[in-house]
């Protein structure tokens, strides 16, 4: 119920976020910070239509390279150093990933959410979504 995992830092919540073209939040989901970031992929792109998937290597898995691919999405995802066959990517277009970063960079602004005060996961994914809101409306 507290959303609260181990990770090198310590005790922490990873937020998962899928964004648009303009790195504005579409769909936002809180784990415990030792969760993998593939073990919520499909769930964090389910329903959005999107002529690209621009990830980060944590996301390279070939479930949800297909899965893409199968709805006609470009998959811009750079393949893991440990990958036996290395795939092609856009280089050019991956440098947009960077909207998604600048969202995150947004978000820890906001001092409640960069520090998180709140115990329960729901109270602060609550106020992470409230920080959202207002990032779109400026």
């Known amino acids: 119920a507290q959303g609260l995992g181990r990770s090198r830092g310590g ?6 976020a899928a964004a648009d073209a303009l790195g504005l939040p ?6 415990p910070g030792q969760r993998n970031d593939i073990a919520l992929a499909h769930d964090l792109i389910e329903d959005i239509d999107a002529a690209a998937l621009l990830a980060d290597k944590g996301y390279d898995a070939n479930h949800l390279v297909d899965a893409m691919e199968e709805r006609g999405t470009e998959v811009v995802i750079p393949p893991k150093r440990d ?5 092609a990517y856009d280089t050019d277009l991956y440098k ?3 909207k998604i970063e600048r969202f995150f960079n947004k978000l820890k602004q906001f001092r409640r959410v960069a520090t998180r005060y709140d115990k329960l996961l729901v109270t602060f994914m609550g106020f992470v979504k409230l920080a959202a809101i207002a990032i779109w409306l400026k």
Do not use: D, M, P
């Not at 005790?11 to 998962?16: N, P, V, Y």
């Not at 990958?83 to 795939?87: M, T």
């Open 11 to 16: 005790l922490s919540t990873k937020i998962h």
């Open 96 to 98: 947009e990933r960077n």
């Open 26 to 31: 579409v769909r936002l989901i809180g784990t």
């Open 83 to 87: 990958r036996k066959l290395q795939r």
